[in-house]
Each structure stands twice: as structure tokens, then as C-alpha cells.
């Protein structure tokens, strides 16, 4: 991967990690060095304050279900389930992934975790209004054009209450130290390779904008968040599920 590119605009390669006739103890290396990126740079806190802005617009339910998806491993979930204990909310979270070795590697991470189960499935299948809440953390860069605007739409669908995005900002300073750090960390190709390209298919406030259009979303919001990720929360309408009230709606847009 280059270190020196231009970020002007959303890069259209694909990453290795798309390609699902790779795979193996190679892939399963990637997900553990990810994990360690991931504490690095803070992950979880985009989805975080996503997730409890949108809880807090439906009125600070007691109970909550989270499906996060193209979850990989699903470390960013352990800062939401500490989350849910401080709020006394009972959570439950189902972790979706299309790979074998990602929904190996979150059974692993999660074995002694009641509240969290791992589903080995595709997005475009999941059926309508499955969680309350859909996350998706650094999944949505993998796509681009029509195809982002579909896989957005089908998050939208099998949530209840909204969908919250957590990820990338694409910029020079995110992309040089996630190709610094990765150098450091790993010699895993995936790593070294997906990691920089992530950062240059992530997004910009001018990306966010043209997809809120295309999804015709007026109550779409997004939100800068350290270290230069992006908090994407898109509430559903509230003609979908009875009990998110006009006045939540109001109260979200004011």
C-alpha cells in the first residue's frame, strides 16, 4: 500500500478482506492484529455515542437489542456491554458476520458472554426489524455508490429504532499513522494492506452529506468523533415501530 496517495476523493479498490476465497489461519491473524488497532484508536467510542443518543431518543428503554454487523471479531461490542451495566440496561447483542473464521473468532472473544451470540449471515438476508438498533462499525467504507446507499437501506430495514455507522474519516493525518501504526504492529499483509485502504476509502462530511440525500433521510446526523471516526446515527421513520413517538422525532431533529 502507498504511503504517499491522494485522498481528494474515496478510493475504489477492494480490500482483501473482500475477497472471500482467501481466508484462514492468514485472516484469523489479521482479525486478533485488528483488535489491537482497534484499542488503539479508540473504536468503540463512535458507536457508543451513536448507540445512546438513539436510546435516549426512544425514551431510555430498560431493554435493548444491538445487531452489529459485518462485526468481524466484535471487540468494539465489550465498551457497549460495560456501557449497558453503567445505564442498568439489559442488553442483548447478535454479532453478524459473513466469514467463518470472523464468527469463529467472535465465539471465541465472547464464550463467557450470555448476552452476546454470533450469526454467520448476510446482511441483504437478515429479516425486517430484527434489533432495535443495527451498528455497523467499520463496514460500511467496504462499499460505494448505489451498493452503499442498498447495504445502508438494509441496515435501516432490520432495525427497529435507527441505525448507527461508526466509521472512518478519510484524512491525511488518520491515513499516515494507521499506515505507521500497522508497519509497527503486524507484518500480516491483510494488516498492512487494508489497514491504509480503509482509511482511504472512508469519508468525508461531503461523503456523508451526498449519502444522506441519496437515502432521502432528512433526520440522518453525523458527528465527528476522536480519533477521526465518524458517528453516523440514522433514526427510523417512526411510522415503522408504533412505539417511537412523533415527539421523539421532533425531539431528535431539534
Not at 129 to 139: E, H, K, L, P
Not at 166 to 190: E, Q
Request: contains cysteine.
Amino acid at each position: 500500500m502507498l504511503f504517499f496517495r491522494s485522498l481528494a476523493n474515496r478510493a475504489q479498490e477492494d480490500e482483501l478482506m473482500d475477497d472471500f476465497s482467501l481466508g484462514g489461519e492468514e485472516l484469523i491473524e489479521a482479525l486478533e492484529h485488528l483488535r489491537r488497532l482497534n484499542r488503539i484508536f479508540a473504536a468503540p467510542g463512535p458507536t457508543i455515542y451513536g448507540v445512546e443518543k438513539l436510546w435516549e431518543a426512544i425514551g431510555k428503554p430498560s431493554t435493548l437489542s444491538i445487531l452489529d454487523v459485518g462485526a468481524g471479531s466484535g471487540d468494539v461490542n465489550h465498551k457497549l456491554l460495560q456501557w449497558a451495566d453503567q445505564k442498568g440496561i439489559q442488553l442483548e447483542v447478535t454479532l453478524v458476520d459473513m466469514t467463518a473464521e470472523a464468527c469463529a473468532e467472535a465465539i471465541r472473544q465472547f464464550h463467557n458472554e450470555s448476552r452476546v451470540k454470533v450469526l454467520q449471515a448476510d446482511v441483504k438476508e437478515l429479516p425486517r426489524r430484527m434489533a432495535d438498533i443495527v451498528t455497523g462499525s467499520q463496514f460500511v467504507h467496504h462499499f460505494s455508490g448505489d451498493s452503499l446507499v442498498e447495504i445502508v437501506s438494509h441496515m435501516l430495514k432490520a432495525s427497529k429504532y435507527g441505525v448507527v455507522i461508526n466509521d472512518i474519516h478519510r484524512h491525511p493525518i488518520s491515513y499516515t499513522a494507521v499506515w505507521l501504526m500497522t508497519r509497527l504492529i503486524s507484518r500480516n499483509r491483510y494488516i498492512r494492506h487494508d489497514g491504509p485502504l480503509s482509511v482511504a476509502k472512508g469519508f468525508t462530511n461531503r461523503d456523508w452529506q451526498e449519502l444522506k440525500q441519496r437515502l432521502d433521510h432528512d433526520s440522518m446526523t453525523y458527528t465527528w468523533q476522536p480519533l477521526f471516526r465518524y458517528s453516523v446515527v440514522i433514526p427510523q421513520l417512526p411510522d415503522l415501530d408504533s412505539r417511537v413517538t412523533k415527539e421523539a422525532v421532533l425531539t431528535w431533529q431539534r
